[in-house]
């Protein structure tokens, strides 16, 4: 069993910064690809960031791309999405995700049913 708590959200300016936190329970985490989604009212969850195993592999959505960086330490068992450049369309609940299936990625990472594993959301304000 897999537990992702995430923590950072807030209210935040536009232009401004934030960095979310994905804490992982397991032994295993170091072997999972982990992903960022994010849901905004009225919208359907999106994908925003994925990551392998190692690190060393990464995808973006084009909307956040450039802006944001998705990283993970795993000696920390611990998944990151530096926020930068913020803007109000970026405002929603920002999820966490894990496929315990897999540390490489794929194409498919960016879709939902890849990941078995979710956290329960962290807001993300981001005022005009």
């Known amino acids: 069993q897999v537990q992702l708590v995430e923590s950072g959200g807030g209210l935040v300016q536009a232009g401004g910064s934030l960095r979310l936190s994905c804490a992982a329970s397991?032994?295993?985490?170091?072997?999972?690809?982990m992903g960022w989604f994010r849901q905004a009212p009225g919208n359907e969850r999106e994908f925003v960031a994925a990551?392998?195993?190692?690190?060393?592999?990464?995808y973006y959505a084009d909307s956040v791309k450039g802006r944001f960086t998705i990283s993970r330490d795993t000696a920390k068992n611990t998944v990151y999405l530096q926020m930068n450049s913020l803007k109000p369309e970026d405002t929603a609940v920002y999820y966490c995700?894990?496929?315990?299936?897999?540390?490489?990625?794929?194409?498919?990472?960016?879709?939902?049913?890849?990941?078995?594993?979710w956290g329960q959301g962290t807001q993300v304000t981001v005022s005009s």
């Open positions: 990551i392998n195993w190692s690190g060393g592999s990464t």
């Open positions: 397991g032994r295993t985490f170091s072997s999972y690809a």
């Open positions: 995700a894990a496929d315990s299936s897999s540390g490489r990625l794929r194409p498919t990472h960016i879709e939902i049913y890849e990941y078995d594993y």
